[in-house]
């Protein structure tokens, strides 16, 4: 083969390779048109769908523009209209007040005027008086100082008389008040150490389900009973009572704690003595914290702030202690409000007043552990946890017990026989109550000249009006005196009696 041939051969190759890629190429430059050309119509489809969502969301929008729009203007028009009612009333009130203001100034003018009026009247009385004297001089045909010393000397022989029956009085009340004092003293220690007589106040009854629980509760040999007993420090006495166990203790913290325990052995009914030391441990703690809670209701209640913890736990322990009859806590709570209300009327500090009213009994949380009155027990513990001196002198001086008695021992002493001594709040028959007042009023209605009478204070005040044209001032005196001691004869009654007599004395005259 010649060169020729190969060189044709070579070209002719060449020249197919040319329009081979010439043709791929074009097929390819096809293809991609039409790609491009579904893109494109793609690209229309969506910029279309966009441009009718976009037109959607701007309708929406300002229709949402709209409704806040007329939201806002009624709110304004609202607003507006409750401004301008604002000002109507401001202006009614200003108007009403300028009127309040011409009428006080009137009526500030009419008292000068009557006040001018009352002094004029007050010299024509002095007046009228001395000519009086003058005439009644005449008549009697004594001088106002021999009329004198004749009321002088009369005077003088009854406050003599007087003065030996309160001499004789004063005897008597002295040994009464001894006396009461010893009941005192006594009731007292038998508060602090407990006897069959205040049973009531140092046993507690736990009912059970049937009497076949009792069996149980002693176990065999006594066993259980004797692991409650050492584990609570009660005494547990199961008797002949039907479905009935009582508890007795002269600690009342003890006591709650054996009465929980022991109404959860028997809800639980397992009831051996590893079971009842578990379950009085509990109990303990869940005494312990309800005490703590106590204390914290009564500071919460009172409005005292910033109470030592160990000063709210003996709080708490009075929720259990009663005296008389009439809870602890409770009753410090009352002398608190009274203390802070005293304080008030005499404009000194009213938050120590009630911390001190608050924690005046406090002693009485420890005073079967420690030795001392309650009062003095009380002031020590406070001194330890709080550093006020006014509050420690409250709760030390609340009895009368020390030397010298500051205000605020004088006031938690008030508030303590406030609290004490209203009907209801310690162990008094309401009926034996209701008959006192009565008994009270019916002696003074049984005096001649007694209009009305009425026994109030609980019975430690009588407030008698008289008939002025029966009854003189001397006489009111007199009167006094004479009730006074029937109600000494006839009843008995504990501290004193006031015996109020009041009489009117009305001057009246006609024009004619």
């Given at each position: 083969m010649g060169i020729t041939e190969i060189l044709a051969i070579f070209f002719?190759?060449?020249?197919?390779?040319?329009?081979?890629?010439?043709?791929?190429?074009?097929s390819r430059s096809m293809l991609a048109n039409h790609q491009i050309r579904i893109a494109q119509r793609k690209a229309a489809k969506i910029l279309a769908e966009a441009r009718t969502e976009a037109k959607d969301i701007l309708d929406e929008n300002k229709k949402e523009i709209d409704k806040l729009k007329l939201m806002n203007e009624a709110e304004y028009k609202e607003r507006r209209a409750e401004i301008q009612r604002q000002e109507n009333r401001l202006t009614q009130k200003e108007s009403s007040l300028e009127h309040k203001l011409e009428d006080a100034v009137g009526r500030e003018r009419n008292l000068i005027a009557k006040e001018k009026e009352l002094e004029s009247i007050k010299d024509n009385l002095a007046e009228v008086k001395e000519n009086q004297l003058k005439q009644l001089e005449l008549i009697s045909s004594l001088t106002s100082d021999e009329a004198k010393q004749m009321l002088l000397d009369k005077v003088?022989?009854?406050?003599?008389?007087?003065?030996?029956?309160?001499?004789?009085d004063w005897e008597i009340k002295i040994k009464e008040e001894a006396d009461e004092k010893a009941r005192g003293i006594l009731s007292h220690v038998?508060?602090?150490?407990?006897?069959?007589?205040?049973?009531?106040t140092t046993a507690s009854v736990v009912n059970i389900p049937n009497d076949e629980m009792k069996g149980r509760l002693i176990g065999r040999e006594g066993r259980n009973i004797r692991a409650l007993e050492q584990a609570t420090g009660v005494d547990l006495i199961i008797d002949d009572t039907p479905e009935a166990v009582t508890i007795s203790s002269f600690d009342p913290v003890r006591r709650e704690i054996a009465y929980q325990a022991l109404s959860k052995l028997i809800l639980d009914?397992?009831?051996?003595?590893?079971?009842i030391e578990e379950?009085?441990?509990k109990t303990k703690e869940e005494v312990e914290t309800a005490m703590v809670q106590a204390g914290e209701q009564a500071a919460l209640q009172v409005g005292v702030t910033r109470l030592h913890p160990e000063l709210i736990k003996l709080l708490g322990r009075l929720k259990y202690r009663t005296s008389y009859g009439q809870n602890v806590l409770a009753h410090s709570i009352e002398v608190a409000h009274f203390s802070g209300m005293i304080a008030a009327e005499l404009g000194v500090n009213v938050a120590l007043a009630k911390r001190a009213g608050l924690l005046h009994d406090i002693g009485k949380a420890v005073d079967r552990e420690i030795e001392g009155t309650h009062a003095a027990i009380g002031a020590d513990l406070v001194k330890q946890?709080?550093?006020?001196?006014?509050?420690?002198?409250?709760?030390?001086?609340?009895?009368?017990e020390t030397g010298d008695t500051s205000i605020w021992g004088f006031i938690v002493s008030?508030?303590?026989a406030i609290s004490s001594a209203r009907p209801g709040a310690r162990r008094e028959s309401l009926e034996n109550y209701l008959k006192r007042l009565k008994s009270l009023e019916e002696i003074a209605d049984g005096f001649?000249?007694?209009d009305k009478s009425y026994a109030i204070q609980a019975g430690r005040e009588v407030r008698i009006l008289v008939k002025p044209d029966e009854v003189d001032d001397l006489s009111a005196m007199r009167l006094a005196r004479d009730i006074v001691k029937k109600i000494e004869d006839s009843l008995e009654y504990p501290g004193q009696i006031r015996v109020i007599v009041l009489r009117e004395t009305r001057a009246i005259d006609y024009a004619k």
């Open positions: 002719s190759f060449v020249i197919g390779v040319i329009f081979g890629g010439m043709a791929m190429f074009l003088e022989v009854e406050i003599q008389e007087e003065a030996g029956r309160r001499l004789r038998i508060q602090r150490s407990a006897s069959e007589i205040v049973s009531e009914g397992r009831i051996h003595p590893a079971r379950i009085v441990a946890w709080d550093k006020s001196k006014e509050v420690v002198k409250g709760v030390a001086e609340h009895h009368m008030a508030a303590d001649k000249g007694v």
